[in-house]
């Protein structure tokens, strides 16, 4: 274990870190779940990318026709997995993962920055005038970091606003979860 004076997560309390080992059981379905690859079935939702999709397809199940019928079961449905797996990949993409909050940015790393020299200077020297400093740089953070996320849930439920106006009722509860 050991304690770290100088984190800055902005509180009077220090941060302890230990190391812990275990052994942690991973199920096989949770294994499985993160090998395979996810494409971005909503561009079929526009006219143009899904007859391209159909064409590309139909193509290569025509290409599978002409494969000798003498072949192994599991070979054939091999090319078959393979084709289609291609074709997705060409005109589809692979599905990204959006998983940081965009509301932060160099602005608030910035001010993040400056909430931690007034820490640190206030460690340094614990003087009235550095403990003002300091929770006035904590007072801005924060205030700055709420108005950034109340404006991105904002953009947020307009955005669920129209994907229920349109009336798509898969992609409102993804949204709302």
């Not at 079961?73 to 692979?94: C, D, F, G, P, Y």
């Not at 970091?145 to 898969?170: A, C, D, H, M, P």
């Amino acid at each position: 274990m050991r304690s770290f004076r100088g984190a800055g997560c902005d509180t009077d309390q220090y941060l302890v870190i230990a190391k812990v080992s275990g052994r942690l059981a991973v199920g096989k379905q949770v294994a499985q779940r993160f090998d395979r690859q996810r494409f971005n079935w909503r561009k079929l939702n526009a006219p143009e990318v899904r007859e391209q999709y159909q064409i590309e397809i139909t193509n290569s199940f025509a290409a599978l026709e002409k494969v000798n019928e003498e072949e192994d079961v599991n070979r054939t449905w091999e090319h078959i997995k393979e084709n289609r797996q291609n074709t997705a990949k060409e005109s589809l993409r692979l599905h990204e993962l959006n998983q940081n909050k965009n509301w932060c940015d160099e602005e608030c790393l910035g001010l993040l920055d400056r909430r931690k020299r007034a820490k640190l200077q206030w460690m340094q020297d614990p003087s009235q005038e550095n403990v003002d400093i300091l929770n006035n740089e904590t007072r801005e953070v924060s205030r700055h970091f709420r108005g950034k996320k109340k404006e991105y849930l904002r953009v947020k439920i307009e955005e669920l606003e129209t994907i229920s106006n349109i009336q798509n009722i898969r992609y409102l509860y993804r949204g709302i979860n």
